[in-house]
């Protein structure tokens, strides 16, 4: 029984440091400051290269974190400050089947009930949510890098005040605008 539970947090555990030694990372220029990351395009290349043609395209510039829950995750890139939804490219085919854990501060790719509806929208784990992870019994949401400065930050944004606007619930009274997202090393 222990062996087990060791094995799974060492795993975990290693799965989380090949998050923090790669080289690709992003600036993401909040309201509330700056989030850096580092994305891992050799676990998550179909999704890191469609998040890099939206950061390279300055689509997320402007945009608002539109839905934020505390202890739980921040989700962006698919409104603007009015609530008016941005126009995407295609989908993506999922790699939530990539070893790669959705615990505190890791970056995902938001979708609908299809698996492979990912598009623009991203969320930030706030908390450790391992229930959101693939498994045998469920497709889960594709980790894809993870904030390597900037966690006071996505603390500062996970408590702002929330409304509900039409049908959309957890919005921020005050928009937290994602000024610009930048490759630090293109």
Known sequence: ????IIGFWLALLLSQTA???GKLQVIMETSHGDLEL???PELAPVTVKNFLSYVNSGFYDGSIFHRVIKDFMIQGGGFNANMQRLPTGDSIES???NG??????TIAMARTQDINSATA??????ADNI???HTQSQSGYAVFGKVVKGMAVLDHIAV???RQVGMFQNVPVIPVIIHRVRQKNP
């Open 1 to 4: 029984m222990y062996r087990i």
């Open 19 to 21: 998050l923090t030694d």
């Open 38 to 40: 580092v994305l891992k």
């Open 95 to 97: 790699e939530a089947n």
């Open 100 to 105: 790669l854990s959705n615990v505190r501060g």
């Open 121 to 126: 929208q991203f969320f930030i784990n706030h």
């Open 131 to 133: 229930f959101l992870d």
């Open 160 to 162: 702002v005040e929330n």
